[in-house]
């Protein structure tokens, strides 16, 4: 600024006030990215939240929006919380190339399918759509997203199976399809995720069906949840005794498989499994684990309940509903 200074020639204030003012109030949103994003609002019907995206003014200053600083492209679209915002996801979204973020969250009047235009942004590095009222199948263009870490589809109104190219997404840290309406068996090719570590799945509160697929033993996942389905037969992939999980809620399956045979992982810290058909009884192994919740109820379990561990912090409603399981905290055993 000093040096533009030295080079003015000695003006009155009032220009060089005015010359000042239009230096600092220069556009600095590419012209294609804000053209885009009107696009997105006309197509949300020009809700309230996105008041501040005026075509007189600088988009990356816009409520929900976010510019690089040195490029001044869009690498983030989050818009949140509003029942007021209504339609469809357009096809505009593929537009913005350098977006890095998407996130539609709690928009219960956002409809229609997932824009398959997504899978153009391969800058794209966390998508939230989750909570709102998308319906159709995922697509299987997301896996395209190599960059991708989190998906998270939670809480929509999605059908049909899970694509198995999901599994082709090498940095997938997280993924969440909880609370739809999926069918089908969950992908074989979810036991060969290709990163370092396998991503955290919740699958729950949907209508999988048929056995859990045994590649997953191939994997060291550390957090699973597949509960509130259709599964059947064993679970023998998520146990033994190098393995690293830490939380595996299996609950409200029809499942089922010996527990006394299980080897349980020293990282294991949450275990349910209730509502299944799992049987056995309890090995006293499993007072070596430093268990942080347990729910074992409304099985087909035998057996006294060994002593020590953690396995006395719990309540009866662990362990209740079973066979004939006996002991602290339930009914002593006859």
């Known amino acids: 600024m000093a040096s533009i200074l030295n080079k003015l020639p000695r003006?009155?204030?009032?220009?060089?006030?005015?010359?000042?003012?239009?230096?600092?109030?220069?556009?600095?949103?590419?012209?294609?990215?804000?053209?885009?994003?009107?696009?997105?609002?006309?197509?949300?019907?020009?809700?309230?939240?996105?008041?501040?995206?005026?075509?007189?003014?600088?988009?990356?200053?816009?409520?929900?929006?976010?510019?690089?600083?040195?490029t001044h492209r869009?690498?983030?679209?989050?818009?949140?919380?509003?029942d007021r915002l209504t339609g469809q996801i357009p096809p505009d979204i593929g537009d913005l190339p350098f977006l890095q973020t998407i996130m539609f969250h709690k928009l219960p009047n956002l409809t229609g399918p997932?824009?398959?235009?997504?899978?153009?942004?391969?800058?794209?590095?966390?998508?939230d759509l989750s909570w709102n009222s998308l319906s159709g199948n995922i697509p299987e263009s997301l896996s395209t997203l190599?960059?991708?870490?989190?998906?998270?589809?939670?809480f929509n109104k999605l059908t049909g199976k899970i694509p198995s190219s999901l599994s082709q997404?090498?940095?997938?840290?997280?993924?969440r399809l909880d609370r739809n309406q999926l069918t089908g068996q969950i992908p074989d090719s979810f036991g060969y995720f290709p990163g370092e570590q396998p991503p955290s799945l919740i699958l729950s509160h949907n209508q999988l069906s048929g056995n859990i697929p045994s590649s997953l033993s191939r994997l060291n996942f550390t957090s699973i949840d597949f509960s509130r389905n259709k599964l059947e037969g064993d679970a023998f992939m998520f146990f033994g005794a190098n393995k690293m999980i830490q939380i595996l809620d299996l609950s409200r399956n029809l499942l089922e498989f010996n527990?006394?045979?299980v080897s349980f992982p020293h990282s294991l810290t949450s275990l349910d499994v209730n509502h299944n058909k799992v049987f056995g009884g309890l090995p006293p192994a499993m007072t070596e684990l430093n268990l942080q919740y347990l729910n074992v109820s409304?099985?087909?379990?035998?057996?006294?309940?060994?002593?020590?561990?953690?396995?006395?912090?719990?309540?009866?409603?662990?362990?209740f509903h079973n066979k004939c399981l006996c002991g602290a905290p339930l009914d002593a055993c006859k």
């Open 114 to 127: 997932i824009q398959p235009t997504i899978a153009k942004l391969q800058n794209l590095r966390f998508l």
């Open 74 to 82: 869009i690498i983030s679209l989050t818009i949140f919380a509003d």
């Open 259 to 261: 527990l006394s045979e």
């Open 146 to 154: 190599k960059n991708l870490f989190d998906l998270d589809l939670s």
């Open 11 to 70: 003006l009155p204030f009032s220009i060089l006030f005015f010359f000042f003012i239009s230096i600092s109030s220069a556009e600095l949103c590419n012209p294609n990215d804000k053209k885009v994003l009107l696009n997105i609002k006309k197509a949300f019907n020009n809700p309230y939240i996105l008041t501040s995206w005026d075509p007189q003014t600088d988009c990356c200053h816009w409520y929900c929006v976010k510019c690089d600083r040195t």
């Open 169 to 175: 997404l090498p940095n997938l840290g997280g993924l």
């Open 298 to 319: 409304y099985n087909r379990l035998c057996g006294k309940i060994p002593v020590g561990g953690a396995l006395q912090s719990f309540d009866l409603y662990s362990f």
